[in-house]
Every structure is written in C-alpha cells, then in structure tokens.
C-alpha cells in the first residue's frame, strides 16, 4: 500500500496487537545466554530462540526489523501498529536485576523501532512484573523517556493471577498515568494437560485470559480502580461466550460475591477487546454485546496464529455500520492511548 493511498484514507487503520523481539534483546541473549535463561541459536531457515528447559519460537524479520514490521503492515492494509514484546520474553522468571535490565532493553528496543517509523509504529511497554516496585519504576521511566501510552501484561506472573494484591501497586500506578494495559496469554500449557495437538495455544491461551478476567471481577480490583483500562487479546477469550455463567454464579453461589456486589455483566464494558477471534460470526457477537466501542483490531503478527486479512474480516462482519467500523479501526484505540478523534 503506498502512502498516498494510506493519506486519502479518513480513518487510520491502527493494529493494537503485534509483536517484537527487538534487535537489543536478541544481542544480548546471544551474548549472555545465561543471564536470561536463554539462547539465541540457529534454527535453519530462521534462527530461534530457545528458553532454558524448554520452550522457544523462530524468529522472523518482522520481530526486529521496523521496515520488514511495517511491510508486514501494508500487505495487510494498516496504517499503524502498536508494537508489544512477545509474550516468550516477558521474562517473568528472572530475579529482579536481570528481569529490570530485560524489560529495559526490550522498552528501549521498541522505542527505536518507533522512531525509525514515528508515523506508522507505537511503542507498548514490557514490565518486569515478578517484582512489582521494579514493574512501578520501569513503567514510570517508559511513560517520561520514551512517552509510552500503553504497557503489555502476562495474564499471569507465573502462578500469581494478576489480581493479587501484591501486583495492585502496579495497577494503580497505570492507572494514574492514564496507560491502558494489554492483557497477553504467555502459558497454557501450565493449566492443565495440554501437550497435545497445540492445545496449549488453542485452548491454552484463551483459558489464561478467562482466568485472568474471573480473577479481576470477582476479586473488587475493578471496584477499587475504577478508570483502569484493559484490553483483551484474542477476543477476550472465553469471556464473552460464557459471561451468563458468570452472572448465573454471581447470582446463586455465595462466594463469588465476597468480594464485590458488581456483577460479572456490569464488568464487561470495563474491558477492550481486540477482534482476533477468525470467525466473523463470532466477531458480530462480541461487537453486539459489547459494542464496537470497545473492540479493536488485533493481528498477532508475525505469527501464524495471528489474522492475515484483518481488514477482510471485518468486512465480513454481517451488518456492521461505516460509524462501527470507523470506531473499531481508530477511535477505539486512540481512545485507549487518551487521543480522541
């Protein structure tokens, strides 16, 4: 897509999902593998990451080259993306110095990338999340230097559900900045036996995401941070397709309601969510139960599981309005990062 077209359009078409490895990490994993609890290696066609005890994914152009992550983008028809790290380094295992200089090198790779394509690239920020006064001081430091307006989560730190308490420091300091956080899945392997057939992404994933919800909801965290912006990815998981369960429980078991009288239902506009679901009839229901205002779009790139057309599955999407799909490809996520238009 050449850049007069993108200029003659109205609406920017802005990806809220995609992902990077950025040149800064890959060095120094290469250089210090044993610092981070990984390697950098060749793989054949492409060289790989592999995490100590198993675990990695190749690692394409896009991850690390801004002009190949922006090429990307046009053969898909968007103007702008918002580039997150990879969930494989969130790094969430590393003690509290090598997880800060990870973050930060991640944070300070992004940053570049954007500023070699200021108009096409938004920068979103790792956290070193296992140790929350860290996760507060890097977050502070990506908002002044680099002007950050969004940060990407695991849906979990490990074992610890981001709901607890000790992660409410880090909730609340995002909020105060006006930083909407993106919700990632990075481990579904962990809930239950799901070796097989890639079920740890196909069920794994957006599991994670639904515990992560359940967690916020019935825990009061929404009640108590109340302007806390959060969007889901793949759809919101099972969130949507299963939110009258929630409500049923809310209604008849005694310990959802321990911690808060909301209901699951009066919770579900609380968050965003991206429009990863690779089924239009799907996508149309999620728009109608929580309106187009609160979902953008959300590619994965560069991986496979990601949406390859995400501009053709919108348009699938059975009597979706022009001010819909406006809301969706830009007011949405500008309004996440506190820019109306």
């Not at 909301?262 to 229901?285: E, I, S, V």
């Amino acid at each position: 897509m050449t850049a007069k077209k993108r200029a003659a359009r109205q609406s920017k078409r802005i990806d809220v999902h995609s992902h990077v490895v950025p040149k800064e990490m890959l060095d120094a994993l290469a250089a210090r593998p044993k610092r981070f609890g990984m390697r950098y290696v060749d793989g054949g066609t492409h060289r790989r990451l592999a995490k100590d005890g198993g675990g990695g994914q190749p690692v394409f152009d896009e991850f690390y080259d801004a002009a190949a992550k922006v090429k990307g983008m046009d053969r898909k028809g968007l103007d702008v993306s918002m580039i997150s790290a990879a969930p494989i380094v969130f790094f969430y295992w590393l003690d509290a110095d090598a997880g800060l200089e990870a973050a930060r090198l991640v944070n300070d790779g992004i940053a570049n990338m954007v500023r070699a394509f200021p108009e096409r690239l938004m920068g979103m920020g790792t956290l070193p999340m296992q140790h929350p006064d860290a996760a507060v001081a890097e977050l502070e430091r990506i908002v002044e230097q680099h002007g950050f307006r969004a940060v990407e989560l695991g849906t979990s730190v490990g074992e610890e559900q981001v709901a607890d308490k000790r992660f409410r420091a880090v909730l609340k300091r995002a909020q105060e900045l006006d930083v909407f956080i993106f919700a990632h899945p990075y481990s579904g392997s962990e809930v239950c036996n799901l070796d097989d057939y890639y079920l740890s992404n196909l069920i794994g994933n957006p599991l994670q995401s639904t515990i992560m919800v359940s967690h916020l909801m019935f825990s009061g965290v929404l009640d108590e941070l109340k302007k806390l912006r959060i969007c889901l990815a793949h759809g919101g998981g099972y969130v949507p397709y299963q939110i009258g369960r929630f409500n049923h429980g809310h209604k008849v078991r005694k310990e959802t309601r321990a911690n808060t009288k909301t209901t699951p239902n009066a919770l579900l506009r609380r968050f965003y969510y991206d429009a990863l679901t690779h089924d239009a009839r799907a996508l149309r229901y999620l728009i109608d139960l929580v309106g187009a205002d609160r979902v953008v779009i959300g590619t994965d790139a560069p991986f496979d599981m990601g949406e390859h057309d995400p501009i053709g599955m919108i348009g699938k999407v059975k009597g979706l309005t022009a001010r819909e799909r406006e809301q969706i490809f830009c007011r949405t996520p500008l309004k996440l990062i506190g820019k109306s238009k």
